[in-house]
């Protein structure tokens, strides 16, 4: 008999708040899950942020072996950058071994999943998928049957009217319901041994109103907790699917790819850089960069994105890298990415790379040192936890793809590499005369949920310090198949019962996609660019 394994992603759920509302009645199904089974917080990557950590989650490698390390990946010239997506992804994933392995496999709207592979079963993708359209499905038939069920939907991220308040809420629940339809029309009409969703929902909303969670909706209500309620709702769900769709024999995941926090402050990464004398930009280039900084405002306010990227792209802007204004022949070093990457100007490797390869270790103490020290004059906090190299956050065939320097904030700061060099060091988001954008109360924070339930689950027993990178051998191990050699992760002994275990020795196997460097990517086209960028500005990450 095949196992039934159901795996429920739930982007951004933050372990305080899931604590917290099961333990106050809110949230009685994920509670009920939870307390038959087995739940721990989850560490996710480094920076814990989606196209990472989902991939992470996929191949229980660290990105070094897969690749995937941002929502951009620096081109060949090691300086300008391009948008990533599931196609960039080396090696293979869990859900594919499945397949291959004669299971049926389905996968709904996992995140950096596009283009969709083929798996014995189906593959629809989502927040990465520049169009809806039958290309974010594999076999494209899936498509159109959802939307033959459904009726249209959207991969909108944000259901904010304007820059203020007021919250499109029924409208952002309406395409969660939608996609709630959709799984129920697949689960019934496509049912798998295996099938993994992931929801955005509970992410989006953190992004939106981490700290201020009261809303007036479209409709004139008033709502005192929008993430509370937007979590109930999510809640209520995930019981139907529980109820319609388990039973004893199934093995139920409930996890989150990290957690959210409230964000207090961004930190302008890029202007410390040049104050620093890192970046140095060229000069005749100051007065040009001020009025790009300004046309970049206007254009973000009064022109669609599509024609905004062509506009830019032409003039060689770029929203998260300095390419365009630095003197490469002094620059020492540069950010870039989201949530605080810093690349050493190497020689060699960057077109126009100045620093010596025997000075890097040494520049890269040097930065460090200087950014653990700086303190926030509003805050009187220091916004840099942590500065972490690459080398020792990441090995394998691509690691010489990771950033040089990693910048982990302070709990309540979110580091920011694509702010204007004018805007201060400092910054409020919910202060959009400052930012030059809406209102942002949320970022991410290093733990996820964790929640295991099923025939070989031990309840309530204790894991210790769970990876995302432990659950794909785990499910593997539960799948009764054999764990490549080289996954990172482990199988969570300590959760399942003893006599399995007894019963089924481990057992290992060479991945043969292990060395694979060459990825299949399809880079996006000037307007999937622009597409997938709106996306990702209006959830605030640009």
């Known amino acids: 008999?095949?196992?039934?394994?159901?795996?429920?992603?739930?982007?951004?759920?933050?372990?305080?708040?899931?604590?917290?509302?099961?333990?106050?009645?809110?949230?009685?199904?994920?509670?009920?899950?939870?307390?038959?089974?087995v739940y721990s917080r989850l560490r996710s990557s480094i920076h814990p942020i989606t196209p990472s950590a989902w991939s992470t989650f996929l191949t229980g490698k660290n990105a070094g072996k897969h690749g995937i390390y941002n929502f951009v990946s620096l081109r060949g010239d090691g300086y300008g950058t391009q948008y990533t997506n599931g196609g960039f992804l080396a090696g293979s994933t869990f859900l594919q071994q499945c397949s291959e392995a004669g299971m049926r496999v389905g996968a709904f709207e996992i995140p950096w999943t596009y283009p969709p592979v083929a798996l014995n079963g189906y593959t629809v993708t989502g927040l990465d998928a520049p169009s809806l359209d039958r290309s974010l499905a594999n076999p494209p038939e899936i498509f159109d049957e959802i939307v033959r069920e459904v009726g249209p939907y959207s991969l909108r991220s944000v259901w904010r009217e304007g820059d203020d308040r007021v919250y499109d809420l029924k409208g952002h629940l309406g395409e969660f319901d939608k996609r709630i339809a959709a799984v129920n029309y697949l689960f019934r009409r496509h049912p798998t041994d295996i099938s993994m969703i992931v929801f955005q929902a509970t992410d989006t909303v953190q992004h939106l109103f981490f700290r201020d969670r009261q809303i007036t909706t479209k409709e004139g209500e008033q709502v005192e907790d929008v993430i509370l309620h937007t979590y109930m709702h999510v809640d209520r769900h995930v019981g139907q699917l529980l109820e319609q769709y388990t039973d004893d024999q199934t093995t139920v995941v409930l996890l989150s790819d990290h957690g959210g926090q409230p964000c207090e402050r961004f930190f302008n990464l890029k202007r410390w850089m040049i104050e620093a004398g890192y970046t140095q930009i060229a000069v005749g280039r100051q007065s040009a960069r001020?009025?790009?900084?300004?046309?970049?405002?206007?254009?973000?306010?009064?022109?669609p994105a599509a024609v905004r990227q062509k506009l830019l792209a032409r003039r060689g802007i770029n929203w998260t890298m300095p390419e365009a204004e630095a003197d490469w022949e002094q620059t020492r070093a540069f950010c870039w990415g989201s949530y605080g990457n810093i690349q050493i100007n190497l020689q060699g490797r960057q077109a126009n790379g100045i620093v010596p390869p025997d000075q890097v270790e040494q520049l890269c103490q040097q930065i460090a040192t200087e950014l653990l020290e700086i303190v926030d004059p509003t805050t009187e906090q220091r916004p840099v936890a942590q500065v972490l190299t690459g080398a020792e956050l990441y090995h394998g065939p691509l690691a010489a793809e990771a950033p040089d320097l990693l910048v982990v904030a302070t709990d309540g700061y979110e580091i920011r590499t694509g702010m204007e060099p004018e805007q201060p060091l400092s910054v409020d988001p919910m202060d959009s005369s400052q930012t030059g954008n809406p209102p942002f109360g949320g970022t991410h924070a290093y733990h996820g949920i964790l929640g295991l339930v099923g025939p070989h689950i031990t309840a309530g027993a204790s894991v210790d310090d769970p990876w995302l990178a432990d659950l794909a051998p785990t499910l593997l191990y539960l799948a009764g198949l054999p764990v490549p050699e080289d996954m990172d992760g482990r199988v969570l002994e300590e959760v399942l019962d003893s006599q399995l275990l007894a019963e089924r020795p481990l057992q290992q196997v060479t991945d043969q996609q292990a060395e694979v460097q060459e990825r299949q990517t399809q880079p996006y086209s000037e307007e999937q660019a622009a597409e997938i960028e709106k996306r990702l500005q209006d959830l605030g990450y640009f």
């Open 1 to 37: 008999m095949l196992p039934k394994i159901l795996i429920i992603g739930l982007d951004g759920a933050d372990p305080k708040l899931i604590e917290s509302w099961t333990a106050a009645g809110h949230l009685p199904n994920i509670a009920g899950l939870l307390t038959r089974g």
């Open 290 to 303: 001020r009025f790009r900084g300004a046309l970049r405002r206007t254009l973000k306010s009064m022109v």
